[in-house]
Each structure stands twice: as structure tokens, then as C-alpha cells.
């Protein structure tokens, strides 16, 4: 089964700080992503990566900032954290097919920041 | 630019009850469409896909789906629904974006499942 493993499941951070979110898979998957979830705001995409030090904006990427130097770890940065920011985050993998192969996600990470 | 409808924000079923999860999508070309659920302080588990051949289409813990081109639309279904199957539902399409070959997926806003005893 592919693995995808977020670092945290729940994070505090201060209003200012820089916060990194990481992320890993196990699969060899050429493609990683980084949504946010809200309540009645479904799931927004805010960047993907489709090949290591690649990436491009999601939806909504302002405010954050992404790094992918190995191909299996994604990481997201938020350079200066603010409360809006406060949200759950779910890092997803999948390989580069013409399948339609899903998205495989990992466990979430809750964010809070004060 | 494609988009996901999930037009019930929540619905609630007596437990042994039938299940249908309504999505509707737009997308300029042929989709490809997933269900996907999500249980409290998890990521989320797909449940299963369409991308093409037979319109319906089965997947795991007894749900399945049905494609319909011309009501672009994406049921999910269930006979009869258990109280395990509480959790939140999310219908996807298949986006393909043009800068480097990458598919992500747009999500609709979720659908809350309460089963009642």
C-alpha cells in the first residue's frame, strides 16, 4: 500500500512564525500536492509538484511557499504565519499515468496558530 | 474551469437504510471522477473511480457509482448503509493542468453522512 506521512498531526505556532509542514512517500510517485481543508470549503489546492524542484501554484498558493529537493518528500512553508492560515492540511501523492490513477493522501496535519 | 457541485451539504439515514450522495461536475472534456471519504482526524480514503469503460462502477466497503455523460453527474450509492459508514464524502474530477503534466484533482465541499440507529 502507498504510504504518505505527514510529520504532525497537530502544530501551534505564534502568529510570525516561519512554519514547515513535511511530507513523505514511499511509492516513487512523480507527483505531490498540498491542500488546505475548511469547514464548508471543501478542499483547495495550493501547490503541487510534478518532478523534484519543480512546482507550480495551486488555487490558492499566497502566503505559502513549497520545496521538493528529494522526490519523496514535499515540504510547505508558511514564511510568516498568520491566523487565517490556522486550517487542516493534507499532503497527497499519485504517479504520473494516463490511468487516472487517485490521489493518496496522508493522515493531516492540524495547524492552529495564535 | 472545472468545478464540483455536492449539493447536499449534510443528510442523515436510519442505519440498514439506502444511500445516494449526489455530485454534479463541470469539465470541459472527458473526466475522470473519484469518491472519496473521510472519517474524523483522518486524511481522506478513496473509495473508488471512473475513468472510463462501464458507467458503473464498484467500489470498497459496498458503495458504488454511476457516470452519467449527460447530467454530468456522479452518484454515490449504497443499499443499505451501516453505522460505520458515518464520516464525510467528497465527490473529485480529474484536472489536468497545463504548466507540466501534473493532475490534480478539484474537490467539492463535502457531504456529512449521519446515520441514525
Not at chain 1, 502544530?11 to 464548508?40: A, I, S
Not at chain 2, 484536472?95 to 474537490?107: I, N, P, R, V, W
Request: aromatic share 12%; hydrophobic share 30%; glycine share 10%.
Amino acid at each position: 500500500d502507498v504510504k504518505v506521512t505527514q510529520s504532525s498531526r497537530y502544530l501551534v505556532k505564534r502568529t510570525g512564525e516561519k512554519v514547515f509542514l513535511e511530507c513523505v512517500q514511499d511509492m516513487d510517485h512523480e507527483n505531490m500536492f498540498w491542500y488546505r481543508q475548511d469547514p464548508g470549503l471543501g478542499l483547495r489546492l495550493i501547490y503541487f509538484s510534478y518532478d523534484v524542484k519543480m512546482k507550480e501554484k495551486g488555487d490558492i498558493p499566497e502566503g505559502y511557499s513549497v520545496s521538493r529537493e528529494k522526490k519523496e518528500r514535499f515540504s510547505l512553508i508558511l514564511e510568516s504565519a498568520s491566523t487565517n492560515q490556522t486550517s487542516m492540511y493534507l499532503c497527497a501523492s499519485r504517479p504520473t499515468d494516463r490511468e487516472g490513477s487517485p490521489l493518496h493522501f496522508g493522515n493531516g496535519t492540524r495547524l492552529t496558530v495564535t | 474551469a472545472q468545478s464540483v457541485t455536492q449539493p447536499d451539504i449534510h443528510i442523515t439515514v436510519s442505519e440498514g437504510a439506502s444511500l445516494e450522495l449526489r455530485c454534479n461536475y463541470s469539465y470541459g472534456a472527458t473526466p475522470y471522477l473519484f469518491w472519496y471519504v473521510q472519517s474524523p482526524g483522518q486524511g481522506l480514503q478513496l473509495l473508488l473511480k471512473y475513468f472510463s469503460g462501464d458507467t458503473l462502477v464498484q467500489g470498497i466497503k459496498g458503495f458504488e457509482a454511476e457516470f452519467k455523460r449527460s447530467q454530468s453527474s456522479f452518484n454515490l450509492r449504497k443499499p443499505s448503509v451501516h453505522w460505520s459508514d458515518a464520516a464525510e464524502y467528497f465527490c473529485a474530477v480529474g484536472a489536468l493542468y497545463s504548466g507540466g503534466g501534473a493532475d490534480g484533482l478539484t474537490f467539492g465541499k463535502g457531504t456529512h453522512l449521519i446515520i441514525q440507529p
